[in-house]
């Protein structure tokens, strides 16, 4: 397997010790970074390293197998269900959050949408659902609009949201016509669309892909955009704030700034957390008021935590933007701050 530092000949269980993803990336991506003056910032997304083979972690850091109601379908947080409909992508990125499941054939992907739908409807607290995986857009048209078959008669689900990176990777992706019908069914439903695309360098939003956020605009899908805090890639505010300053402009809300996962095989992607609240700090000096809609967030295993702070008395204060315990949403808690601290387990709990 090729590797940044060189060849090296690999057995398939040293892989599989090691939680090693195997080596995949769209022509339209690869010519792309190669073509780009950020090439060395962002073929550390998609190009296997040997730092993988000593990045040690968990392969779930945020509880989804303890947050799974059934197969397939998780209900961590009230209004949100997160439904895992394939375990493809059109390219495979190194720092991957599900690296158990992504580019394998995972027993975790919907296996019965039917059953799926029989529990949301018996949740009328879920508001939301979120389709992702793996990237939903790998699936057909025609598979998607199946699966919508089953969610679009839940009365009390408002949003439909599809979880992407498509849009980076292989943005022709959404000059599927059947696509554009998809979206009209969702809003003729009386529901809306949302698309959450994954933008984490300013290299990776082509003209392609603007043209087709702003052709499925015009059919009324909102849209979000979510970074991951990756080290070697975009801890840089320059890099961060020209990313977010290009989403604005064309439509796509800054959303999270994810502070990347303790993932085996990923962690030495991570920042430590004070240098990640200078970079944010850094970022939102260099955007507009209307610019400044992202949150620097860790999703950690008890919830979303809004990272605020590094206070002069040396304690990190954060606040939880989501928890599955609603009275904890909102409380601003700290903790003893440590050096190059990455995750909030590496602080002291007193």
Not at 171 to 184: H, I, N, T, V, Y
Not at 219 to 242: H, M, P, T, Y
Not at 294 to 312: N, R, W
Request: aromatic content about 10%; some cysteine; overall charge positive.
């Amino acid at each position: 397997m090729k590797f940044m530092e060189g060849t090296r000949a690999l057995g398939k269980h040293e892989l599989q010790a090691s939680s090693i993803t195997r080596y995949q990336v769209t022509k339209f991506y690869r010519e792309r970074i190669t073509n780009s003056r950020y090439y060395e910032q962002l073929k550390h997304i998609v190009e296997p390293s040997a730092k993988e083979f000593e990045s040690h972690g968990s392969l779930d850091t945020s509880g989804e197998h303890d947050n799974t109601v059934t197969p397939g379908l998780q209900h961590k947080y009230a209004q949100t269900g997160l439904l895992l409909v394939t375990d493809r992508c059109a390219s495979y990125c190194r720092f991957c959050f599900r690296k158990r499941i992504v580019g394998k054939d995972s027993d975790e992907i919907a296996p019965d949408f039917s059953l799926i739908a029989q529990y949301i409807g018996a949740h009328p607290e879920m508001t939301n659902v979120l389709l992702s995986g793996g990237d939903p857009f790998v699936l057909s048209s025609a598979k998607l609009d199946r699966i919508l078959d089953h969610l679009l008669p839940i009365p009390h689900l408002e949003t439909i949201r599809f979880g992407t990176k498509m849009f980076a990777f292989a943005p022709k992706r959404f000059e599927d016509r059947a696509l554009a019908d998809l979206f009209r069914r969702i809003h003729e439903s009386g529901k809306s669309a949302a698309i959450v695309t994954h933008f984490d360098h300013i290299g990776e939003i082509s003209v392609d892909a603007e043209w087709r956020v702003r052709s499925l605009r015009a059919l009324g899908v909102q849209f979000f955009n979510q970074s991951v805090l990756l080290a070697k890639v975009n801890d840089d505010a320059e890099i961060l704030a020209a990313t977010f300053a290009k989403c604005h402009q064309m439509g796509v809300r800054p959303y999270y700034l994810f502070q990347a996962r303790p993932v085996k095989g990923a962690s030495h992607f991570q920042v430590p957390l004070r240098r990640g609240l200078e970079i944010a700090r850094s970022v939102n000096q260099r955007l507009s008021g209307i610019q400044k809609t992202f949150k620097y967030i860790m999703s950690h295993y008890t919830g979303k935590i809004e990272i605020l702070d590094l206070g002069a008395d040396g304690r990190l204060y954060m606040r939880y933007h989501q928890n599955k315990t609603s009275e904890k949403i909102g409380r601003i808690f700290s903790r003893q701050h440590v050096d190059a601290a990455c995750w909030l387990d590496d602080l002291p709990e007193e």
